[in-house]
């Protein structure tokens, strides 16, 4: 049987945009804020500007970058087991972040998420099968903003045992978030032997690095923590309007990325990925849940996949204000898509309003459109058994299928059984339960789930650790105590 596959370009296509993107590298360059980084690309043959802060970056570098890229690698759950596998046409599903607004059951208006809010998801996505990693997809507001990074780890690390997709907000704090890491594996050396994140590295479109970003992305190397690149060109804004150019675009400061990351340090993982959008020109907004938007993805991870690259996206979100159909449309559409692209981990679940807003809600119903996806990518079996040639002939043309053994082996493994969020009642029994909404069941089955869920219990000792390095962090800038939960 084979794997169901989706590629939006041709090889030439994939050719052409790899070239545009080795031409852009060298001519305009990229931007870069970062002292270090200009240092390491003119030492290696790179023309570096320093008044323009602009280095122009000849192919051969990039090729050279390129052979020292591992081609995957693994992220670990608490006990050290390799859960999600970067690389290949595997593929993984984690929460999108990182949403400064949450929804509430019933609502119209998101708000402002504290602790509260972040440890019921992190716990809700703990335990959904479907979920392969956590993220930290919320922004607590009951936290001094500059730990608001840290702070998200340090309750990922105490409410999940499954890999954690992340990121800093700062220079000064991705080695706080290391350290909080390093409490949790045991060493330094642990952690790099078996990285239980991954941290999200964001160039600034058009083509170029922040201080903040470029030395993240540096520290991530040296650290031996894998990185994911993040590039976000708005096509028609801050990208060409044509979905092509912002592919060409994505490629650029994607490859600039690794070149620098690699310079840094051969071989230490890096993921090619990017959250790009086809601009709204009738509201100024960046849609996720565009067709467009998901096309400039598949392209895009077509082409990091041409590298031999683990890939990243964006994708299954949508735009929507509340949980409602065009949640849906949207994130069915996204998520199946982004699969048939073979794309290694695409974050997006429980996401809406622009990526800016999360629901738990959202979340327990991305769950069911995940499984149904993998259930797709396993394709139909063909062999002899499941033609069912001779099953076909025992029952006849009076018989029953359901009494036969054939089906007792084959029912559950070829039907994909959702949960109770997924109406398949009759209307009579539907109302009998009080002909709940998919977004009501959805509530319901996220209460229970959270209210029953105990995650992976880390030594008191590790706990103490965390605590204690979470709130050194924070009492510089005010925070006397950590927020209590219970």
Same mark, same amino acid.
């Given at each position: 049987?084979?794997?169901?596959?989706?590629?939006?370009?041709?090889?030439?296509?994939?050719?052409?945009?790899?070239?545009?993107?080795?031409?852009?590298?060298?001519?305009?360059?990229?931007?870069?804020?970062?002292?270090?980084?200009?240092?390491?690309?003119?030492?290696?043959?790179?023309?570096?500007?320093?008044?323009?802060?602009?280095?122009?970056?000849?192919?051969?570098?990039?090729?050279?970058?390129?052979?020292?890229?591992?081609?995957?690698?693994?992220?670990?759950?608490?006990?050290?087991?390799?859960?999600?596998?970067?690389?290949?046409?595997?593929?993984?599903?984690?929460?999108?972040?990182?949403?400064?607004?949450?929804?509430?059951?019933?609502?119209?208006?998101?708000?402002?998420?504290?602790?509260?809010?972040?440890?019921?998801?992190?716990?809700?996505?703990?335990?959904?099968?479907?979920?392969?990693?956590?993220?930290?997809?919320?922004?607590?507001?009951?936290?001094?903003?500059?730990?608001?990074?840290?702070?998200?780890?340090?309750?990922?690390?105490?409410?999940?045992?499954?890999?954690?997709?992340?990121?800093?907000?700062?220079?000064?704090?991705?080695?706080?978030?290391?350290?909080?890491?390093?409490?949790?594996?045991?060493?330094?050396?642990?952690?790099?032997?078996?990285?239980?994140?991954?941290?999200?590295?964001?160039?600034?479109?058009?083509?170029?690095?922040?201080?903040?970003?470029?030395?993240?992305?540096?520290?991530?190397?040296?650290?031996?923590?894998?990185?994911?690149? +993040?590039?976000?060109?708005? !096509?028609?804004? =801050?990208?060409? @309007?044509? /979905? &092509? #150019?912002?592919?060409?675009?994505?490629?650029?400061?994607?490859?600039?990325?690794?070149?620098?990351?690699?310079?840094?340090?051969?071989?230490?993982?890096?993921?090619?990925?990017?959250?790009?959008?086809?601009?709204?020109?009738?509201?100024?907004?960046?849609?996720?849940?565009?067709?467009?938007?998901?096309?400039?993805?598949?392209?895009?991870?077509?082409?990091?996949?041409?590298?031999?690259?683990?890939?990243?996206?964006?994708?299954?979100?949508?735009?929507?204000?509340?949980?409602?159909?065009? +949640?849906?449309?949207?994130? !069915?559409?996204? =998520?199946?898509? @982004?699969? /048939? &692209? #073979?794309?290694?981990?695409?974050?997006?679940?429980?996401?809406?309003?622009?990526?800016?807003?999360?629901?738990?809600?959202?979340?327990?119903?991305?769950?069911?459109?995940?499984?149904?996806?993998?259930?797709?990518?396993?394709?139909?079996?063909?062999?002899?058994?499941?033609?069912?040639?001779?099953?076909?002939?025992?029952?006849?043309?009076?018989?029953?299928?359901?009494?036969?053994?054939?089906?007792?082996?084959?029912?559950?493994?070829?039907?994909?059984?959702?949960?109770?969020?997924?109406?398949?009642?009759?209307?009579?029994?539907?109302?009998?339960?009080?002909?709940?909404? &998919?977004?009501?069941?959805?509530?319901?089955?996220?209460?229970?789930?959270?209210?029953?869920?105990?995650?992976?219990?880390?030594?008191?000792?590790?706990?103490?650790?965390?605590?204690?390095?979470?709130?050194?962090?924070?009492?510089?800038?005010?925070?006397?105590?950590?927020?209590?939960?219970?």
């Amino acid at each position: 049987m084979e794997k169901l596959q989706l590629r939006i370009l041709s090889d030439r296509d994939v050719q052409r945009i790899r070239e545009e993107a080795y031409a852009l590298l060298e001519d305009p360059g990229v931007r870069i804020y970062d002292e270090e980084a200009l240092d390491i690309l003119e030492g290696t043959g790179a023309r570096v500007d320093r008044k323009k802060r602009t280095a122009r970056i000849p192919g051969d570098i990039v090729d050279r970058a390129l052979q020292t890229v591992p081609h995957s690698f693994y992220l670990h759950d608490f006990q050290g087991r390799p859960v999600v596998h970067y690389g290949d046409d595997d593929v993984h599903f984690d929460p999108g972040s990182a949403a400064i607004y949450i929804l509430d059951h019933g609502d119209v208006h998101s708000r402002k998420p504290i602790t509260h809010d972040l440890i019921a998801l992190l716990k809700l996505a703990d335990i959904l099968p479907e979920i392969d990693a956590v993220s930290t997809a919320l922004v607590c507001s009951d936290v001094p903003r500059e730990i608001a990074d840290l702070y998200r780890l340090y309750l990922a690390l105490r409410f999940s045992g499954k890999p954690i997709v992340t990121g800093a907000f700062a220079i000064e704090t991705l080695a706080t978030m290391h350290e909080l890491l390093v409490a949790v594996a045991g060493s330094a050396e642990a952690l790099r032997e078996k990285p239980r994140a991954v941290f999200d590295v964001c160039p600034s479109p058009p083509l170029l690095w922040s201080d903040i970003t470029c030395r993240n992305l540096i520290d991530c190397a040296r650290l031996g923590i894998p990185a994911e690149l +993040v590039s976000m060109p708005l !096509a028609g804004a =801050t990208g060409p @309007a044509t /979905l &092509a #150019g912002s592919v060409v675009q994505h490629a650029t400061e994607s490859l600039s990325g690794v070149v620098i990351h690699q310079l840094t340090q051969p071989g230490s993982p890096i993921v090619w990925g990017g959250s790009p959008a086809a601009f709204d020109m009738r509201k100024g907004t960046p849609p996720m849940g565009a067709i467009e938007t998901m096309m400039i993805d598949m392209a895009y991870a077509q082409v990091g996949k041409s590298f031999g690259l683990p890939t990243h996206g964006y994708m299954g979100m949508s735009d929507a204000k509340v949980v409602d159909a065009q +949640v849906g449309l949207e994130s !069915a559409l996204g =998520t199946l898509l @982004a699969a /048939l &692209a #073979g794309v290694n981990m695409i974050s997006g679940a429980g996401m809406l309003d622009f990526e800016s807003c999360q629901s738990l809600e959202k979340l327990v119903l991305d769950n069911e459109t995940i499984a149904m996806v993998r259930r797709f990518l396993r394709g139909i079996d063909t062999s002899a058994d499941s033609l069912g040639l001779e099953i076909i002939r025992q029952v006849g043309h009076r018989g029953n299928f359901l009494v036969t053994q054939h089906t007792l082996r084959h029912f559950q493994q070829e039907v994909y059984l959702p949960s109770p969020v997924i109406d398949r009642d009759f209307r009579q029994t539907w109302e009998g339960k009080g002909s709940l909404d &998919a977004a009501a069941r959805a509530n319901r089955r996220a209460l229970d789930l959270i209210a029953t869920h105990q995650p992976p219990a880390l030594p008191p000792e590790v706990l103490s650790e965390l605590e204690r390095i979470a709130l050194q962090a924070g009492q510089p800038h005010g925070l006397e105590s950590l927020p209590t939960w219970e």
